[in-house]
């Protein structure tokens, strides 16, 4: 069995004190895979890959790197996309040490602002990232533009996801 295979295996491995969600929904899945861009030749970096729902979404590509923080997961996550290399550890530290082309977050929203802040350091073609409604992407310099893809929420996660969420592309202006 590739990882957990449905949402009551899904909800199982969820660790509600680390806001845990994994979005399931196949419809905003292939919204923020579309929304990525990812080409053959990218690296991708996804950051909060949880039990590896978007990993496994996503299309073949160079090189797939998964982080997750929660040592429970990683081999759900190891399963889930064989193909991919995993990481466990502090997010906001990788994604200064990896190289990558498209990055992908789903992270709590205090991480994901802590992320937001950071990404003018960074080094990256493409970002999509599951966002609080309240996120402020004006705070980025000009260099960026930033288009909200969907809302998810609810039952697009499981276990559903109590708050209403935003998958929001960042991509540099060229």
Known sequence: MRGPANRDELHALADPALEQHFLVSP?????????????PSDTVLEVGAGAGTVARAMPPCAG???????????????????HAHVRQGDALQLVHELRYDVLI?????????????????LSFRTAVLAT?????????PPEFTVTEITRIGGDDFS??????????RVARRT
């Open 27 to 39: 419809d905003k899945l292939t919204m923020l895979v579309d929304a990525a861009g990812i080409r």
């Open 105 to 121: 977050g789903s992270l709590p929203d205090a991480v994901t602002e802590s992320l937001i802040d950071l990404l003018p350091q």
């Open 132 to 140: 609080g409604q309240d996120s402020d992407f004006g705070r980025l």
């Open 64 to 82: 797939l790197t998964v982080v997750e923080l929660d040592p429970r997961l990683l081999e759900a996550l190891r399963r889930a996309v064989p």
């Open 159 to 168: 276990p559903p996801q109590p708050s209403v969420s935003r998958i929001v």
